[in-house]
């Protein structure tokens, strides 16, 4: 590893320093005490054929991707559990 290696593998980043370039710096919040929302959540699912063919044609009625449709699922069931 050379010195310029070794030196820079622990700071931080620096804004620039031309007064032009500083335009485009943005500062932004991490690490503690700054408030973080908790990461959103994404999944990936392999339904059985009997559920593919059910939420096929279910997209089918409703009009609704299979995004969207979970979605609205997902909404519903919170809406029944808020009640």
Same mark, same amino acid.
Not at 15 to 37: A, I, L, S
Not at 45 to 62: I, M
């Given at each position: 590893? @050379?010195a310029t290696?070794?030196?820079?593998?622990?700071? &931080? $980043?620096? $804004?620039p *320093?031309?007064? =032009? %370039?500083?335009?485009?710096? #943005?500062t932004? =919040?991490?690490? #503690?005490?700054? $408030?973080?929302?908790? $990461?959103?959540? @994404?999944?990936?699912?392999?339904? &059985? #054929?009997?559920? @593919? &063919?059910?939420?096929? !044609? %279910?997209?089918? *009625?409703?009009g609704? &991707?299979?995004?969207?449709?979970?979605?609205?699922?997902?909404?519903? !069931?919170?809406?029944?559990? !808020? !009640?």
């Amino acid at each position: 590893m @050379s010195a310029t290696t070794e030196r820079l593998k622990d700071t &931080d $980043p620096q $804004p620039p *320093r031309e007064v =032009g %370039e500083r335009v485009r710096w #943005r500062t932004v =919040g991490r690490g #503690r005490g700054v $408030p973080q929302p908790p $990461p959103l959540v @994404s999944v990936e699912v392999d339904f &059985d #054929r009997e559920q @593919s &063919d059910w939420l096929t !044609a %279910e997209t089918d *009625r409703t009009g609704l &991707d299979y995004v969207a449709l979970i979605k609205k699922l997902v909404d519903d !069931a919170r809406a029944r559990g !808020a !009640a």
